[in-house]
């Protein structure tokens, strides 16, 4: 079996904003005469890989590699085989996107729809979400508690004059002046929190709502 001579820096750019923890992680397994470059999925839905990698002394690489990698599963990106004996080297970057399935479209879908209070009712306790259609940190924050199994109720204002009045009554209670919001807006327990800056620390929190 030869022995290969890896020099390897990894780099990650997660395409996600206000992501969480990563959810593609790139995995390297030395074999007898290659290296299989992998990406493992952790997440809940299909995501699209792109990687890029930088090679001295390989075979296998030409160009940027994109795969679409199912919900949690590995799928290998190349191989790639080191030239005999020379110091082999590589660097690589990776992106991903979410691409979910049909499939997973429609059992999201369907998880949000039970979610949606079509009354205001008792919103006092627990995790409420004022959201709006079209709002990429919202499908984050909804995204991220299906995930994470963290119970939560969410009131959509987006056509709805009655919840959008009923959110600015809450909000101008305690800011008379304020007009403006950047969503979501959480209302938890009884208190308030919009204009979220780093949503990615702020959703990690809501783990204590996990459904057990």
Do not use: H
Request: hydrophobic share 40%; proline share 4%.
């Amino acid at each position: 079996m030869k022995r290969l001579i890896l020099n390897i820096v990894a780099l990650c750019s997660a395409s996600l904003l206000w992501g969480q923890e990563y959810d593609v992680i790139i995995d390297l397994q030395p074999q007898a005469n290659a290296v299989a470059v992998r990406a493992i999925n952790i997440s809940n839905v299909q995501q699209e890989v792109t990687l890029t990698m930088k090679v001295k002394n390989y075979r296998g690489y030409s160009r940027p590699i994109t795969k679409l990698v199912k919900a949690k599963d590995t799928l290998e990106m190349v191989r790639l085989t080191p030239l005999p004996n020379k110091r082999s080297e590589m660097s690589y970057t990776y992106q991903y996107l979410p691409k979910p399935t049909n499939e997973e479209i429609a059992a999201q879908d369907k998880l949000l729809e039970q979610k949606k209070l079509e009354v205001l009712g008792d919103i006092d306790e627990g995790i409420v979400l004022f959201y709006k259609d079209g709002c990429p940190r919202c499908s984050f924050a909804t995204t991220y508690m299906l995930d994470n199994d963290i119970d939560f109720k969410m009131l959509d204002v987006t056509d709805d004059e009655e919840k959008n009045r009923a959110m600015w009554k809450l909000i101008n209670a305690e800011k008379p002046e304020l007009r403006e919001v950047i969503f979501p807006v959480f209302l938890i327990d009884g208190e308030l929190s919009y204009s979220i800056e780093d949503l990615k620390g702020f959703t990690s929190e809501l783990d204590i709502f996990r459904i057990r």
